[in-house]
């Protein structure tokens, strides 16, 4: 499994940005997908689950409201489209891939490169 993340930036504080994780290499519709993020000096940080079939998610409360994970099966490609951004989201994020169907657990099997968010004040 190959995950490529895309779609960070620099934007300024109350922005917005999508970001794009293509997968290839197995049947993606097969596997739970996340998302999650480090900044500089802190450990990597859980922001959201997606389902399988993309009818359930889970969302950080610290990003509930302000972000959205979604899925396109069809193109193996999940997406996280972030609102009304704030400094403090600054950070790498990482898309993920799970083999075990269960949304809960920060247990993931493959992780993308990563892509730069920089929100500025």
């Known amino acids: 499994v190959q995950l490529q993340a895309s779609g960070g930036g620099l934007v300024q504080a109350g922005g917005s940005l999508r970001l794009s994780c293509a997968a290839s290499?197995?049947?993606?519709?097969?596997?739970?997908m996340g998302w999650f993020r480090q900044a500089p000096g802190e450990e990597r940080g859980f922001v959201a689950a997606?389902?399988?079939?993309?009818?359930?998610?889970d969302v950080a409360d610290s990003v509930k409201g302000r972000f959205t994970i979604s899925r396109d099966n069809a193109k193996n490609t999940v997406y996280l489209q972030m609102n009304s951004l704030k400094p403090e989201d600054t950070a790498v994020y990482y898309c993920?891939?799970?083999?075990?169907?269960?949304?809960?657990?920060?247990?993931?099997?493959?992780w993308g490169q990563g892509t730069q968010v920089t929100v500025s004040s």
């Open positions: 997606i389902s399988r079939s993309g009818r359930s998610n």
């Open positions: 290499g197995r049947t993606f519709g097969s596997f739970v």
């Open positions: 993920a891939l799970k083999l075990s169907i269960l949304l809960q657990g920060d247990e993931y099997d493959y």
